[in-house]
């Protein structure tokens, strides 16, 4: 059975910084795309970040330059570094995995969702 565990959240004041981390389980995920979406409260859930089987990532315009995806293929396991965190970048964070190599900023993307954590920023 497959499963992504996220962890690393927590109550950060603006700023600082987390890195949440995503263990995958039940099978390797190395050549599979991975991404990471976030829902804030009353919000869609959108997209943050991806990062194919090469390792070449893909970021929102909002997060693009603070945040860094990146995996560790023997540890079956893919980082989000997040610096300079803001207010709004409080949310639940949503670690997923695709079936294919490559995967885009759609949650149709992706097969596989861990359950979240939570990221909250003060001002």
């Known amino acids: 059975q497959v499963q992504l565990v996220e962890s690393g959240g927590g109550l950060v004041q603006a700023g600082g910084s987390l890195r949440l981390s995503c263990a995958a389980s039940?099978?390797?995920?190395?050549?599979?795309?991975m991404a990471w979406f976030r829902q804030a409260p009353g919000k869609d859930r959108e997209f943050v970040a991806a990062?194919?089987?090469?390792?070449?990532?893909s970021y929102a315009d909002s997060v693009k330059g603070r945040f860094t995806f990146s995996r560790d293929n023997a540890k079956n396991t893919v980082y989000l570094q997040m610096n300079s965190l803001k207010p709004e970048d409080t949310a639940v964070y949503y670690c997923?995995?695709?079936?294919?190599?490559?995967?885009?900023?759609?949650?149709?993307?992706?097969?596989?969702w861990g359950q979240g954590t939570q990221v909250t920023v003060s001002s």
């Open positions: 997923a995995a695709a079936r294919k190599l490559v995967g885009g900023s759609s949650q149709d993307d992706y097969a596989y």
């Open positions: 039940g099978r390797s995920f190395s050549t599979n795309a």
């Open positions: 990062i194919n089987w090469s390792g070449t990532t």
